[in-house]
């Protein structure tokens, strides 16, 4: 099992996972010339994907969705509330699940969707299990739950949401109204919020860690690494930052 994340930020996210036979993408919100392009750099074409699976209906999440599956008839996975709000283009391959529920398998991947407090109709993020391996992914939430907690335990990879630094955040360019949204309840994760969710996940079998969705305006990739080196010291070495504009690569698992 691997996984390369193709860019990640409030200018377009997805995330590109395979296991076997198959490969999925979770989220698009790049335009499909322009998802083309970033697939190409790990040397993935676009009719190879077998699903995309929308975690909510932002734009910077769906933006390429309804191309994507209108040139390729790629399958597109999403539950009902999602997809409601997201009011796409009707699409000919579209499987809904529970947010709430057990989860479901696109070839040799089994997804568990983890419910999450965010400001979308029926949010959630992702439990990926295959070739005996676990990819927990945590962005776009603004409170650590229990829940969410729970669901990621025994993770051998994690990409984890560190969007803010709240003194930057509070001196920032951002109105107040967005401030507020962002730093609230169901905005985004800070850093100390990040570093919280992995203290309370964090175990010997968890390799990688990105860090993801890092506002380009209220934070700075060392403070986020900083923030979360201080769970474990050994942490460090593991650590790498998801980027907006740069692929990461292929990361094993």
Not at 24 to 29: A, E, N, S, T, Y
Not at 122 to 131: A, F, K, N
């Amino acid at each position: 099992m691997r996984f390369a994340v193709l860019g990640s930020g409030s200018r377009g996210n997805a995330t590109l996972i395979e296991s076997g036979e198959t490969r999925i993408l979770v989220d698009c919100g790049f335009g499909l010339r322009e998802l083309e392009r970033r697939l190409a750099e790990v040397d993935v074409r676009a009719e190879s994907i077998a699903a995309v699976v929308i975690t909510h209906e932002h734009g910077d999440h769906i933006a390429g969705v309804a191309r994507l599956a209108a040139r390729y008839r790629t399958e597109v996975w999403s539950s009902p509330g999602t997809w409601r709000a997201a009011r796409c283009p009707e699409v000919g391959r579209l499987r809904l699940f529970a947010g709430h529920g057990r989860g479901f398998c696109v070839g040799d991947l089994r997804l568990r969707p983890v419910p999450v407090p965010h400001d979308a109709r029926e949010p959630c993020q992702l439990v990926i299990d295959g070739d005996a391996r676990r990819l927990g992914m945590l962005t776009d939430a603004g409170t650590v739950t229990p829940r969410m907690c729970d669901a990621l335990q025994d993770c051998d990879a994690l990409m984890l949401e560190a969007n803010h630094d709240p003194q930057m955040l509070r001196a920032g360019p951002y109105p107040l109204s967005l401030q507020q949204r962002v730093g609230g309840p169901f905005g985004h994760l800070s850093n100390q919020q990040a570093a919280q969710l992995l203290r309370a996940v964090h175990h010997e079998r968890l390799k990688q860690v990105l860090l993801s969705h890092i506002s380009a305006q209220n934070n700075r990739p060392e403070l986020a690494v900083a923030a979360v080196s201080g769970v474990d010291g050994e942490l460090r070495a593991s650590l790498r930052v998801a980027e907006q504009d740069r692929v990461s690569g292929w990361v094993q698992l």
